[in-house]
């Protein structure tokens, strides 16, 4: 029911206390326990836009509001990004029941400095970190702070650089006041044994360690790529990703949108958003090089072809 020892073995490898460790069925399960357990419908929670979508989704269904801060998409040579005014942030922080920020970034892979994180776990609120794609980052985990902070819960999932989506197992770390809130209002038999075993088996083949090295390898070549593209079209601008996928922002909706449809046509299927706020946007997942070769050269196809 605890998953005791996929706890254990967790609680050795980032060197933190088993006490502060929770097992849930996928992290998503966790973001919504936390929303369901500290905030009311009258509350507010704090996030940035764009982000993971469950957050608003789950807010949504929890009858909880959800202001999502719009981040300035900022376009600089090949690249774009998406910038946080922080203050404002943090004065809307303190009107807040719950903060959640995805750590890197879903859509764009960026990552928040941690003395802003300082800064957010600072006031009397608290304060999600979602690490799902940490594996694929260069930045270091939060985990560590946990026990330095009351506040402070970290996320974790087996659904990415483990590849265990399907199988659901993801897990929180935080104080154990907030697990045991946690666990009194948790379904005690939705994390099955297929899943606990697989995770259990993932954390110690080398085999994870080697994917992770070659997908960051495989992205650098893919952002490199992209950038010989970018200069030659300029209709497109790439962010800078610390995660398993490249956001790319285009200049009109109509080219994401008919790029999506003609990639399709030939097999490769990337993230297409039909929300006004993303519109320009397609997200592209990191394979393997073969198959990112094949995806820059339809590409430079579709570019080719006066789109
Ligand atoms: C930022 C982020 N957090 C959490 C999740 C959910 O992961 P899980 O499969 O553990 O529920 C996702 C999945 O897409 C995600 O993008």
Not at 32 to 48: F, G, Q, R, T, W
Not at 117 to 129: D, G, H, M, N
Request: hydrophobic letters at 40%; charged letters at 20%; glycine letters at 4%.
């Amino acid at each position: 029911m605890l998953c005791s020892n996929l706890i254990q073995v967790l609680g050795k490898k980032e060197k933190i206390d088993s006490k502060n460790f929770i097992i849930s069925s996928g992290s998503d399960e966790l973001i919504e326990l936390i929303m369901k357990a500290y905030a009311n419908p009258s509350d507010k929670i704090l996030s940035v836009s764009p982000t993971f979508g469950m957050i608003s989704f789950l807010a949504q269904v929890n009858g909880i509001k959800n202001l999502a801060v719009s981040q300035k998409l900022v376009k600089k040579e090949s690249f774009a990004k998406y910038v946080l005014n922080e203050d404002q942030f943090l004065e809307e922080a303190l009107r807040s029941k719950i903060i959640f920020i995805a750590r890197p970034n879903n859509p764009d892979g960026s990552v928040v400095s941690e003395s802003f994180i300082e800064r957010l776990v600072s006031l009397p609120v608290l304060v999600v970190i979602d690490e799902a794609y940490i594996e694929f980052s260069d930045s270091q985990s939060l985990a560590k702070w946990v026990p330095n902070y009351e506040n402070l819960v970290v996320l974790r999932t087996f659904s990415k650089a483990y590849g265990l989506g399907g199988l659901r197992v993801g897990y929180g770390i935080m104080p154990d006041e907030i697990r045991k809130v946690i666990v009194s209002i948790k379904q005690p038999y939705n994390v099955n044994i297929a899943g606990q075993k697989a995770a259990f088996a993932a954390l110690s083949s080398p085999l994870v360690d080697q994917r992770i090295t070659e997908m960051k390898k495989i992205r650098e070549w893919f952002i490199n790529q992209l950038i010989i593209v970018q200069n030659q079209y300029k209709n497109f601008w790439i962010h800078q990703s610390e995660a398993c996928y490249v956001l790319l922002t285009f200049e009109s909706p109509e080219i994401p949108k008919t790029l999506y449809e003609y990639l399709y046509s030939k097999g490769i299927l990337v993230r297409y958003y039909s929300s006004s706020d993303m519109i320009n946007n397609l997200r592209i997942s990191i394979g393997l090089q073969e198959n990112m070769v094949k995806v820059i050269d339809e590409i430079k196809l579709f570019l080719k072809g006066g789109n």
